[in-house]
């Protein structure tokens, strides 16, 4: 998979923030397939303010704490 970037803002973020956690909160009802997939994905994402961190390990710990 390749790396991307998003720069959303304003309304964007908002919607981006909605989506994220309705995501979250039916993260448990997701195969575990999809889950797998979208936690490789948001790990590929880069970071332009943190370039070097390596993502898939902090996005894992992040959807454990605040799925729903």
Same mark, same amino acid.
């Given at each position: ?20 956690? %309705?995501? +979250?909160?039916?993260? @448990?009802?997701? *195969? ?6 979208? $936690?490789?994905? %948001?790990? +590929?994402?880069?970071? @332009?303010?943190? *370039? ?6 902090? $996005? ?9």
């Amino acid at each position: 998979m390749k790396q991307a970037w998003f720069n959303f803002e304003g309304e964007d973020a908002r919607m981006l923030m909605r989506l994220g956690g %309705a995501l +979250l909160a039916n993260w @448990p009802e997701l *195969p575990k397939e999809v889950q797998e997939r979208i $936690v490789s994905k %948001a790990g +590929l994402m880069s970071d @332009p303010v943190n *370039p070097q961190t390596g993502l898939v390990q902090d $996005v894992r710990h992040f959807v454990e704490n605040h799925r729903g």
